[in-house]
């Protein structure tokens, strides 16, 4: 009796950790990178320098998914120390929907500027990305980068929850690899996946504090 209460008391930790590592799982908030863009390298960019005397560097671009939630712009500081400021507006061609000056300082050189804000109603959308400077010189400018076509290197990012990213995830392997196997097999599989970890890691926890309670009765 008391084995088989042992293991029924196991078998239900080891549900409810499942349950709870699932429920973080599926409700967890992901970047994506929007539909359209690439994260990967590109070749052939130009450096355009941000100086004062010069037009505000404006990017526009759709967005096809809900929930813009982030910009990465990839920007050069020629290995130096700038002493500039910049500034970056984020706008849906009618209103600003976001707008930051940075410390060229903090940049680093051929790294992405991180731009997070509140998530956008951004769906089938345009908007119009501007950069400036307001007092760079042309030897203490940084630089943003653009392609062979004049499009500025950013990738936007859409937030996107662990459920969505995994149906995404899961039809791509059943649509190339495995055809045969549905979607809901492969949450299936993911479910069982996780059930055995947490069984596994339970077990070992228990065996740990079997262990500690053994030594202390031998005291």
């Keep these: 009796m008391v084995y088989k209460s042992s293991l029924l008391k196991k078998l239900f930790l080891t549900l409810f950790l499942?349950?709870?590592?699932?429920?973080?799982?599926?409700?967890?908030?992901?970047?994506?990178?929007?539909?359209?863009?690439?994260?990967?390298v590109v070749p052939n960019l130009s450096a355009v320098p941000l100086v004062s005397s010069n037009?505000?560097?404006v990017q526009k671009f759709n967005i096809r998914e809900n929930d813009?939630?982030?910009?990465?712009?990839?920007?050069?500081?020629?290995?130096?120390?700038?002493?500039?400021?910049?500034?970056?507006?984020?706008?849906?061609?009618?209103?600003?929907?976001?707008?930051?000056?940075?410390?060229?300082?903090?940049?680093?050189?051929?790294?992405?500027?991180?731009?997070?804000?509140?998530?956008?109603?951004?769906?089938?959308?345009?908007?119009?990305?501007?950069?400036?400077?307001d007092n760079s010189d042309p030897g203490k400018a940084i630089a943003v980068w653009e392609t062979q076509d004049g499009e500025l290197r950013f990738i936007p990012y859409v937030k996107i929850s662990g459920a969505a990213y995994l149906n995404q995830l899961f039809e791509r392997i059943s649509l190339n690899n495995l055809p045969l196997i549905n979607l809901y097999?492969?949450?299936?599989?993911?479910?069982?996946?996780?059930?055995?970890?947490?069984?596994?890691?339970?077990?070992?926890?228990?065996?740990?504090?079997e262990n500690i309670a053994d030594g202390h009765r031998k005291r």
């Design 185 to 209: 097999t492969l949450h299936a599989l993911l479910f069982f996946l996780v059930y055995i970890i947490s069984f596994i890691n339970i077990s070992f926890i228990g065996l740990i504090y």
């Design 55 to 57: 037009i505000p560097f």
């Design 18 to 40: 499942s349950a709870v590592l699932l429920f973080l799982l599926y409700t967890a908030q992901l970047d994506k990178t929007a539909s359209g863009f690439k994260s990967g």
């Design 68 to 133: 813009l939630s982030r910009l990465d712009i990839l920007i050069s500081t020629y290995g130096r120390e700038n002493n500039s400021n910049i500034e970056i507006e984020l706008s849906d061609g009618k209103t600003s929907v976001f707008k930051k000056r940075f410390d060229a300082k903090q940049l680093k050189d051929n790294s992405y500027m991180k731009l997070e804000f509140e998530k956008l109603s951004s769906k089938n959308k345009d908007f119009m990305l501007t950069i400036r400077s």
